[in-house]
């Protein structure tokens, strides 16, 4: 097994940004969440990484974490109309889900991939 001598931080913005854990230049997605299958730079394998619903949840997290406290704020100092007000509201979540879902999942496969996981270890018996 190589040794890391990376940190764990570079690893994770570097799938952060969409780019290779190992080297940082190739790309780690294509057709904008697919895993590729191979960097085109260094060739390190990573199709075999299933990172699942981990970056989902993430997302989320992150997004409700910004728009709710958002649109609380909205509503307690100009209280606009509702139907205007969550159209814009769900605009907002999902223009943010749509532009972190791919940085997260590609955080979630370099993390994956530092600790050599491939996602279908089992646990238990």
């Known amino acids: 097994m190589p040794v890391m001598t990376q940190s764990l931080a570079t690893t994770l913005y570097r799938g952060f940004i969409g780019r290779c854990p190992r080297c940082g230049q190739g790309r780690v997605l294509f057709a904008y969440l697919r895993v590729m299958p191979e960097c085109l730079i260094c060739h390190e394998r990573l199709g075999h990484i299933r990172a699942d619903d981990g970056p989902a949840y993430f997302t989320l997290f992150a997004v409700a974490h910004v728009v709710v406290p958002g649109a609380l704020w909205v509503e ?28 997260f999942k590609g955080a979630t496969v370099a993390l994956m991939w530092r600790l050599r996981l491939k996602g279908d270890e089992h646990q238990g018996d």
Do not use: R
């Not at 307690?76 to 940085?103: D, E, H, K």
């Open 76 to 103: 307690q100092a100009w209280s606009p109309p509702m139907g205007p007000f969550v159209a814009a509201t769900m605009a907002a979540a999902l223009t943010l889900i749509g532009i972190l879902l791919p940085a």
